[in-house]
């Protein structure tokens, strides 16, 4: 893994691919786990500094956010982070003493490298900014701050498309003592809206002009930028364990498929448990030895063999790489970009990935179902494909289903935040993996 000097050195880099991955880094190694770590004040100090630099401006697609920014927004986005997380206590399991220590003796020095931006032109700088300035107010040394800040907090933060920043605003609001009931109802209202017309649109017995407006109003609706796993939304969030729903007890967690009879050979043969690879994930970082935003010539060194399809799209005089088949593993990387965005571990062959020591791969899809939206889904993190494919937002996770003779077996799907609108994010080809 790169050093912080080697990560701080490539987020101004010349080759976007460069970035993209130091940015990522950024988040993996320094503020993992949602710490705080010796290197990571000093680290948010080099970035402030580096705001102003005119690099800054080149815009991308970065891989905890849906859609395109500049980097400079996304640096700020990540100094948000940084302060969400410098506020909390070592109780909390963020940091040791000292580190924390370090995380807020940074934040006034933060607070004068990154207000300049609040009334930036670019709507993506000035909100990332004013998230961040927010929640560097929490230090006491810059409450005097409060009463500038707090009426662009109310009016731009607040109705924000990114769903983190709107909660930043009402918790900071609610903080300094202002009212918030009318935004804490505005975004009930909104979810509740989400979804019964999330529900109209997926009735596989709807139709009519009910669906329809439904169907139309979703698509109007701007895109949630916000990261699906936001540090510091709530404190309880990070130490409270997801309670079992009260329908009843808390599912046994899934058992793989017992595997083919040695020797057998045929179209539906299932890899036997000692023949599959042993991988686990990291929720929007990555999969076994594979983290999203890798190449594919990255992913062949890694895995060590080469891929047996290549599938590529081609746009005008461009060639862009779709997805590449991994046999001998067993998985689909998928690729947007040229950088890799999802994993597809085959139900047959595919390596064993586990959640808490539970398989993924290769079991009942009911069992799996089960066992996540009792084990995992946060509210309001789970949602289905049009072909029915349970899709966990807070993970990046999605299960689909892969034929193997008469039965039917899981397929884990590891994405990133792009990647969650699974009909309109996989290929064609993909579908037909079932």
């Not at 101004?12 to 320094?30: C, I, N, Q, S």
């Amino acid at each position: 893994m790169p050093d912080t000097p080697d990560i701080l050195g490539a987020v101004l880099a010349t080759d976007p691919a460069r970035r993209v991955r130091a940015v990522g880094d950024l988040y993996r190694l320094l503020l993992n786990r949602e710490r705080v770590f010796p290197a990571t004040a000093p680290a948010a100090l080099v970035l402030a500094g580096l705001l102003d630099d005119p690099c800054t401006l080149a815009e991308d697609r970065w891989e905890r956010r849906a859609g395109r920014r500049s980097l400079r927004a996304e640096l700020l986005n990540w100094l948000a982070s940084f302060a969400d997380i410098a506020r909390m206590d070592v109780e909390d399991g963020v940091g040791t003493v000292q580190d924390l220590a370090a995380a807020r003796a940074a934040r006034p020095i933060l607070h004068d490298r990154i207000a300049r931006f609040c009334d930036d032109d670019d709507p993506l700088v000035r909100e990332a900014a004013l998230a961040a300035t927010a929640l560097l107010l929490a230090d006491p040394a810059l409450a005097s701050s409060v009463p500038r800040y707090a009426p662009a907090v109310r009016e731009v933060l607040a109705v924000s498309a990114d769903s983190y920043h709107r909660w930043i605003a009402r918790e900071r609001l609610a903080a300094w003592g202002e009212d918030v009931t009318g935004l804490v109802t505005a975004e009930e209202d909104r979810r509740a809206a989400m979804v019964r017309a999330g529900k109209l649109a997926e009735d596989p017995f709807g139709g009519g002009q009910e669906q329809e407006q439904a169907i139309r109003w979703l698509e109007e609706q701007p895109e949630d930028t916000a990261a699906p796993e936001q540090l510091g939304r709530r404190r309880e969030d990070r130490t409270a364990p997801i309670p079992a729903t009260p329908h009843g007890p808390v599912p046994e967690p899934p058992v793989a498929a017992a595997g083919s009879e040695a020797h057998y050979r045929g179209p539906w043969r299932i890899a036997r448990e000692e023949e599959r690879a042993e991988w686990t994930f990291t929720p929007y970082v990555g999969v076994g030895p594979l983290h999203f935003g890798m190449t594919l010539e990255e992913i062949t060194r890694v895995l060590g063999e080469g891929p047996a399809v290549s599938s590529y799209s081609h746009h005008g005089e461009d060639q862009q790489l779709n997805y590449a088949d991994f046999t001998e593993i067993g998985i689909r990387a998928l690729f947007h970009d040229g950088r890799l965005g999802c994993v597809a571990a085959d139900a047959l062959t595919g390596p064993q990935v586990r959640l808490d020591a539970a398989p993924l791969t290769g079991c009942a899809p009911s069992h799996v179902e089960d066992w996540l939206v009792h084990r995992t889904a946060r509210p309001g993190s789970l949602a289905y494909s049009v072909a029915g494919d349970p899709v966990f937002a807070d993970l990046g996770l999605a299960i689909r289903s892969q034929r193997a003779g008469d039965m039917v077996l899981t397929r884990p799907l590891f994405l990133l935040h792009d990647w969650l609108d699974l009909w309109h994010a996989l290929p064609s080809e993909e579908w037909n993996c079932s």
